[in-house]
């Protein structure tokens, strides 16, 4: 990426500032990490896999009237964005229960979450991404009250429109985590990513609970076929969106 000054790197990819100060350029990176980065290792053309679903998910996303940050992928693992300063807060909606919902609760697994559930957590490694209350959030001035109701009404519209797509993949939209960001005029826009990295996806076509996996849970459980799960979830969005 020589010539480009790279603005930010995360765990999962790297921003690149353009020749337009209002569009970034996202290179998707195949090294994955769990646990706050506990954990580290690499995916095998995860960084393809990721921008490509997330590209498509994010056209979907705007043909059903959400605003997202996506331009569109001048390679298969980079993402032109419009540039956006990200809320600190990291929203999760949850459909069905499993992860942290599972361990902080004891509910079982599988349980059914209707209506869904809506969480806030604060995007910040150095405190672990603590879960927040909206009184915390609102003392920290991390939103204000009613981009916290813009945040909640966009997180579960995306869930509405997602939960249909990966239904016609065959797919279960068990929950999945999204970050915001807001333009110069106030505009907030879905940003981020929405990929296996992000969400948990579990096959219609198997009842074994770990074959079901098609997700990063594959990476944090150690339940192996990380790549090919990925692979099959592009493989099912690509063919999803063709027909629509
Ligand atoms: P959790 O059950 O571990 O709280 O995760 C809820 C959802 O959020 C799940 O789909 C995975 C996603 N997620 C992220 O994308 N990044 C994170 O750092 C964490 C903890 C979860």
């Known amino acids: 990426m020589s010539g480009l000054e790279k603005r930010y790197e995360g765990k999962a990819k790297i921003l690149y ?14 090294d994955a990490t769990a646990f706050n980065a506990q954990k580290r290792g690499s995916i095998a053309g995860k960084g393809e896999i990721n921008c490509r679903v997330a590209a498509h998910l994010f056209k979907v996303l705007e043909t059903q009237g959400v605003p997202t940050h996506f331009i569109d992928c001048p390679t298969p693992n980079q993402m032109r964005v419009r540039a956006v300063t990200i809320v600190p807060i990291e929203v999760v909606v949850r459909n069905i229960a499993a992860g942290s919902l599972c361990q902080q609760t004891g509910l079982e697994l599988g349980t059914a979450i209707a209506p869904p559930l809506v969480e806030f957590y604060y995007k910040n490694d150095d405190l672990g991404d603590p879960m927040l209350t909206v009184d915390r959030l609102l003392l920290m001035k991390l939103a204000t009250p009613a981009q916290v109701d813009q945040l909640r009404a966009m997180a579960l519209k995306v869930n509405e429109v997602l939960i249909d797509f990966f239904q016609r993949c065959n797919i279960t939209l068990v929950d999945f985590k999204l970050e915001f960001g807001l333009r110069p005029d106030g505009t907030m826009l879905l940003a981020d990513e929405i990929s296996p990295d992000t969400c948990r996806l579990w096959d219609q076509g198997e009842t074994d609970p770990n074959l079901r996996v098609m997700d990063k849970d594959r990476f944090r459980r150690d339940l192996g076929n990380v790549e090919h799960a990925y692979q099959r979830v592009l493989e099912r969005v690509l063919a999803q969106t063709a027909e629509t």
């Open 17 to 30: 500032a353009t020749d337009d100060p209002d569009i970034l350029l996202t290179h998707y990176k195949d």
